[in-house]
């Protein structure tokens, strides 16, 4: 226990000799009521990385409060001897005996378990599952993460957010998410609080997120704080790392399929840090050689992501961080036999990039203004030329964002967490559009564009929230958002009511419950197969109208012993205006895209079991969900309800990794999910046109009578993966082999079905049989 002792110095007080009297009682109550505050910020002792949500609580007063999204904390308490401590899961607890009689400021740098090689984190410090307002909220520890297996060994942020109850995949190695219900569209993904558009690598079997790059993950399902917005179905935060403060890092890996190199450190020690991550795949380069020895062609694919943030601290008040992604996959194929030459491909990728700065008005007041950069493109094109002519079309689709805002956190009691700020963004949609061009060589050259113009819209929002203690047993979170959209002559307005609740049961257990409506003014139109790049981003219009959802939880939290974490709730969620293609449209129809869409509604209820252990040597989850999911739209299915393509009834995720000692450790993953929605023809039968008159030309036509929207589910999907990783400190660096399978028992799980004319029957696809993996990797 650490003490610190700090005084004011003696102050005269005069008083009228009218109130000479009541003197001692004037002081008693000064006394009584005076309070000061202690603030400052969180942070790993050896890198400086700021910790989010780390947990303070003061054992006098059995009051507490965790650190915001930048590392900072305030509280402030009568005039006393405090002792406060200061936690954060995997690093060791720090608890310190102050006497506060006035403002401090006070950074605490908390020591990294494995650095001191002992576990020491108090539980009773800290916050557990049921002392959180909050709920249909999950975080996992990136460390956590980077030991399950995946898929060519690639670590998946995205497919870890899968493994999670009330998350589901849309199919086979595809990193899409569909949270209660909703499609991928309705999830705010946030990479340093910057929205991405399109978050797959390879048609969704990566993702674009490098987790070496990463600091922290969090997912919300459902209880919205009023600080978010713009989606119906799931919050998704992923901040990036800061950069070591102190020391120069890096660590890297060699796959099968990609490479990664991250490289930290500081430019001004303790004052300008920077991390610079970067990941490519090579099988276009590993391939090549093939290629070439076929003939006169080339082709491949690739992708690549880069990450980079600057962090500067101006000094306790003031800290600036810039940071920036971006990453493209790429499809090429070239031909030339020397006469005729053909180049075609296609490619799509994110741009982000977001500038802030922190400051700390006062010790209860915290501020930051963010503005921000994001766009998404899609392009596809071919050219070719033969003796002089030249004939080249490009399509082209994508959304741009220019955004800016601010945010406030007040902490003026422990009892009250206050935030509010505004937010505005402009959106550049680009629909799609096709280019033309020709050139003869001597009398005729075009040049056209044929598609849907460039679209502008403004999104505003507004919010204001209170995360407020009321007595011992009871919590809750109030809120209000407040959202406009504007496009064209039309503008929409969407006032949001937030609510959650908590209160404690004897013996610890916590009843939850939340409310909160929610509005999305953009939309990705897309079919309900894998997700392409060619899927587009539009706006709400005067006959588009925004999506709207209502979702209402309740349900029950405790731990167990110290390191048990369960938790059981309840949903129900109605969704209007969800957006679908008419029969028969596709993203290739180049006029008005509002005629080929409709729109209806849809709900989503069902039950979640959530099992967590985040320390020790056994680490993981044992996640269940029990879920509905139906769509409604007036001109699909005859109008009548249809379950959603992704409803699937039962859901269950089992992820265990091991510390064998610090040297070993193996993990497994195992899935089961009830089998997808499909629509299959229910009947065929044959027309006969007869000819009387000359029956040689008797005709017959084969028609097929088809069944009601996703009548037939496929197979249930089912896996195991597993993977053991061998770790050793060398002199200069920790070296990593890990290896391990997906699909062990090779499961053929259905990805698609076709109707086999031949063989008058329905023919299952499947993807990926067992996949074995290999990966080295190294830090120093």
């Known amino acids: 226990m650490n003490t610190i002792h700090i005084s004011l110095p003696n102050q005269k007080i005069k008083m009228k000799k009218l109130l000479f009297f009541i003197f001692p009682l004037l002081c008693f109550q000064a006394e009584a009521q005076e309070k000061f505050t202690i603030s400052g910020y969180i942070e790993d002792a050896k890198t400086g990385e700021k910790l989010i949500e780390a947990n303070v609580f003061e054992d006098v007063s059995v009051s507490g409060t965790v650190s915001n999204l930048y590392g900072f904390y305030s509280m402030t308490l009568p005039k006393d001897t405090i002792k406060i401590s200061f936690s954060y899961m995997g690093y060791a607890t720090q608890s310190f005996e102050i006497y506060l009689d006035k403002d401090i400021s006070f950074t605490v740098k908390l020591e990294d378990e494995v650095a001191l090689q002992v576990v020491t984190v108090t539980a009773e410090n800290v916050e557990k599952i049921e002392e959180q307002t909050q709920m249909s909220k999950v975080d996992i520890p990136i460390a956590q993460i980077k030991r399950i297996p995946a898929l060519l060994g690639e670590v998946d942020v995205m497919k870890a957010m899968q493994l999670l109850p009330g998350v589901q995949s849309g199919g086979e190695g595809t990193s899409g998410l569909y949270v209660r219900g909703g499609s991928p569209d309705q999830n705010l993904i946030l990479l340093d609080g910057v929205p991405v558009y399109n978050v797959s690598h390879l048609f969704g079997f990566f993702s674009v997120f490098n987790a070496d790059a990463i ?25 990036m790392k800061e950069g070591n403060m102190r020391e120069y890092h890096g660590e890297g890996s060699i796959g099968l ?42 082709g491949g694919y690739y992708f690549y992501d880069v990450n980079a943030k600057v962090n500067h601290k101006f000094n306790d008040k003031h800290r600036l961080y810039l940071s920036a992604y971006a990453g493209k996959d790429v499809f090429y194929f070239k031909f030339d036999d020397g006469g005729y030459e053909e180049r075609a491909g296609f490619d799509w990728g994110n741009i982000t990039s977001a500038l802030r700065w922190n400051y700390m008005i006062n010790n209860k007041l915290f501020a930051n203004t963010t503005v921000t950069f994001s766009r998404y ?90 995360d407020m203690k009321i007595g011992e ?111 028969g449209a596709s993203f290739f129809s180049f006029s008005d895209w509002e005629t080929k869409v409709e729109q209806g509604k849809g709900e989503s209820y069902g039950l979640e079991l959530f099992l967590q252990k985040k320390k020790g040597k056994t680490t993981g989850w044992i996640g269940y969900t029990l879920s509905w999911n139906n769509r409604k739209f007036e001109n699909i299915n005859s109008g009548e309800e249809y379950p959603f393509k992704y409803d699937r009834r039962h859901d269950i995720s089992v992820v265990v990794s091991h510390s064998f000692n610090d040297k070993i450790s193996i993990s497994g993953t195992w899935i089961y999910g009830t089998g997808n929605s499909i629509t299959l023809n229910e009947a065929k039968y044959i027309s006969f046109n007869p000819q009387v008159n000359n029956p040689q030309l008797n005709e017959s036509t084969t028609i ?55 063989e008058d029957t329905f023919k299952q696809v499947s993807l990926f049989p067992i996949i074995p993996y290999f990966t080295y990797s190294f830090k120093f």
């Open 215 to 239: 600091n922290n993950v969090t997912l919300t399902k459902g209880g919205f704080p009023a600080r978010y917005g713009g989606r119906l179905s799931s919050v998704m935060e992923i901040n």
């Open 257 to 298: 399929v990609a490479s990664k190199l991250t490289f930290e450190g500081p430019i001004v020690k303790d004052k300008t840090s920077f991390i610079v991550s970067g990941r490519r795949t090579y099988i276009d380069l590993l391939a090549k050689p093939f290629i070439k020895n076929q003939g006169d062609g080339d």
């Open 377 to 466: 493109r899609f392009n596809l094109g071919t050219e070719s030329t033969d003796a002089g002519e030249v004939f080249a079309a490009k399509y082209f689709s994508g959304i741009k964002d220019w955004g800016a805002k601010v945010d406030f956190d007040y902490m003026p009691t422990p009892n009250h967490f206050v935030r509010f700020g505004v937010n505005g963004i402009n959106h550049t949609f680009s629909p799609g559009a096709l280019q033309y061009k020709v050139e003869d060589g001597d009398s005729f050259d075009l040049d056209t564009i044929i598609g849907t113009e460039n679209s502008n819209a403004w999104e505003y929002y507004a919010y204001v929230e209170d």
């Open 473 to 583: 047993n009871f919590s809750a979170n109030i809120g209000l958002h407040a959202s406009a959209f504007s496009v064209g002559s039309k503008t929409y307005f969407s006032p949001q009511a937030r609510i959650g609740m908590r209160y404690m049961l004897p013996k610890s257990y916590a009843v939850k419950a939340s409310y909160s409506m929610m509005s999305q003014y953009i939309h990705l139109l897309t079919n309900e197969g894998v997700g392409l790049p060619t899927d587009l981003w539009l706006p709400s219009t005067e006959n588009v109208k925004p999506q709207r959802s209502w979702q209402a939880a309740l349900g029950m939290a405790k731990t167990f012993g110290t390191m048990f974490e369960v938790s059981v709730e309840g949903y129900y969620k109605r969704m209007d205006n969800l957006l679908s293609y008419k029969e």
């Open 704 to 758: 097929e009578v088809p069944g009601s929207k996703n009548n037939y589910r496929m197979k249930p999907y089912h896996r195991l993966d597993v993977g053991v990783d061998f770790r050793k400190q060398k002199k200069r660096y920790e070296r990593t082999f890990s290896i391990g399978a997906y699909n062990v028992y090779s499961r053929k799980n259905p990805f698609f079905i076709y109707y086999n004319d031949n």
